[in-house]
């Protein structure tokens, strides 16, 4: 399996979109499977020729000559996922940071995340210009292609409480402040805020704040130039919780994790092999 990643060419991508990647897998590779964990972005794959079998938190995708291009939408999973690919793979995915995918569809976000991977096609014009870019031999033309299209369906969004909400649950300090205090930052309800969330990320807010939790305690670890790997607890109240939360978001504990994590693409992607 081969992997690349890019990040976005043009300004007003870059702020929506983390990063895009292709992934390719040929007859002659061995099947690949991996765990992969929650994360605060919104996640768009296409692949062609392809059929996917969605069980209990495993989701296989394997070739198949007669199916027409698959278009899905990941938004809403908080627990460990295990992907499997089988055969022939040509797959290209979005990564939208969180509430960029809501300026490149006519809808909310709750009304396409329905289910565990659910079928995405926002604009009649859509699976037709996938199914074109996946066609496309260079690499690099596939990227532009898609750039473009995700700038036609551009068009200004704006949730003020939600966006003044993730800047403090971004920001490195505010990590464990509570919901209460968030709140009553923000002079909104909890309720109010909870319904923004739900229908502009679907995800509650204490789920995501676990998930930035669990995400910075990676990439600590990542900056640890030392190799101690201690710094990726500092987030945690205390030993307990870490294990804890870890154990709900990978199935692991930090010790299992970090140790059979694989971080690909200058660590954009963070995969658990098997």
């Known amino acids: 399996m081969k992997i690349k990643t890019y990040r976005p060419e043009n300004l007003i991508l870059k702020k929506y979109i983390e990063c895009f990647y292709i992934l390719e897998q040929t007859s002659e590779e061995s099947s690949a499977t991996y765990f992969t964990f929650p994360s605060i972005y919104t996640i768009v794959t296409i692949s062609e020729k392809t059929e996917t079998r969605v069980t209990k938190n495993k989701i296989t995708i394997k070739y198949c000559q007669s199916s027409p291009i698959e278009t899905n939408l990941v938004s ?17 995915t979005t990564y939208f940071k969180p509430l960029g995918i809501n300026a490149f569809i006519p809808n909310d976000l709750r009304d396409y995340a329905e289910g565990s991977f659910p079928d995405f096609s926002p604009y009649e014009d859509y699976k037709e210009t996938m199914a074109a870019i996946l066609s496309m031999k260079d690499p690099d033309e596939k990227i532009r292609a898609l750039e473009l299209y995700w700038l036609s369906k551009f068009h200004p969004f704006e949730d003020i409480l939600l966006t003044d909400i993730l800047t403090e649950m971004l920001h490195a300090n505010n990590i464990n402040q509570s919901m209460t205090k968030l709140s009553y930052t923000a002079g909104r309800s909890r309720t109010t805020i909870n319904k923004h969330f739900d229908r502009h990320i679907c995800k509650t807010p204490s789920q995501f704040k676990k998930i930035i939790r669990f995400r910075a305690a990676i990439q600590s670890r990542l900056d640890d130039k030392n190799g101690i790997g201690l710094s990726y607890s500092l987030d945690y109240f205390d030993q307990s919780h870490m294990i804890r939360d870890f154990k709900k978001l990978t199935g692991f504990t930090p010790k299992v994790f970090f140790s059979k994590t694989t971080t690909l693409e200058k660590d954009l992607i963070k995969w658990m092999f098997i």
Do not use: D, K, Q, W
């Open 76 to 92: 809403n999973f908080n627990e460990p996922v295990l992907i499997s690919y089988e055969g022939i793979i040509n797959e290209i």
